[in-house]
T-cell receptor, first 113, second 110 residues
Framework: EPEVTQTPSHQVTQMGQEVILRCVPI?????FYWYRQILGQKVEFLVS????????KSEIFDDQFSVERPDGSNFTLKIRSTKLEDSAMYFC???????????FGQGTRLTVV | GQNIDQPTEMTATEGAIVQINCTYQ??????LFWYQQHAGEAPTFLSY????GLEEKGRFSSFLSRSKGYSYLLLKELQMKDSASYLC???????????FGKGTKLSVIP
């Protein structure tokens, strides 16, 4: 069964450092997302990406964040200068089309120290 | 804006039936999803309702009333492995992003 894959599964970084989280969405899907979940809290939307551009972003997705689809398969989330409060599980998701279910990757647990 | 409410925790007995409720208020509405999330893992899709009524899928059923802004997830013949968080998520009109509730942590006891 096709799946969304994310790397790394865990990342520890020092405050102020840049991190890049990587995702390979399901190959024929058209919409790509990043969500995050701070420990014990709800899943929060960060950004959606369609047709090689950002289609929506939340208030969380400020200038420190950026997304890229550098080739036909990878979808990355970059955090330029990490803060302690960026520590969370980051989930990538992809959707075939409007109104269909989102498939989530297993997540990257980011710890900022 | 979006507001989604569901109970924080529930406990039920193995073999029993449990109903997890969700109310939502969204500016426009395109559908309601239920996801299961085990601790430390990714959400996995359970059901999607866009029209009023009941959708049944094995031991799991989901109901939607658009006029009442209300949904429930029904789990039958509970198994220990059903212990997890159950996330209600709304798809607002004109948007492709899911807005999640805080999740209901279900504990299944022997």
């Amino acid at each position: 069964e096709p799946e969304v894959t994310q790397t790394p599964s865990h990342q520890v970084t020092q405050m102020g450092q840049e991190v890049i989280l990587r995702c390979v969405p399901i190959s024929n899907h058209l919409y790509f997302y990043w969500y995050r979940q701070i420990l014990g809290q709800k899943v929060e939307f960060l950004v959606s990406f369609y047709n090689n551009e950002i289609s929506e972003k939340s208030e969380i997705f400020d200038d420190q964040f950026s997304v890229e689809r550098p080739d036909g398969s990878n979808f990355t989330l970059k955090i330029r200068s990490t803060k302690l409060e960026d520590s969370a599980m980051y989930f990538c998701a992809s959707v075939l089309g409007a109104g269909t279910e989102a498939f989530f990757g297993q997540g990257t647990r980011l710890t900022v120290v | 804006g979006q507001n989604i409410d569901q109970p924080t925790e529930m406990t039920a007995t193995e073999g029993a039936i449990v109903q997890i409720n969700c109310t939502y208020q969204t500016s426009g509405f395109n559908g309601l999803f239920w996801y299961q999330q085990h601790a430390g893992e990714a959400p996995t899709f359970l059901s999607y309702n866009v029209l009023d009524g009941l959708e049944e899928k094995g031991r799991f059923s989901s109901f939607l009333s658009r006029s009442k802004g209300y949904s429930y997830l029904l789990l039958k013949e509970l198994q220990m492995k059903d212990s997890a968080s159950y996330l209600c998520a709304a798809l607002p009109a004109g948007s492709y992003q899911l807005t999640f509730g805080k999740g209901t942590k279900l504990s299944v006891i022997p």
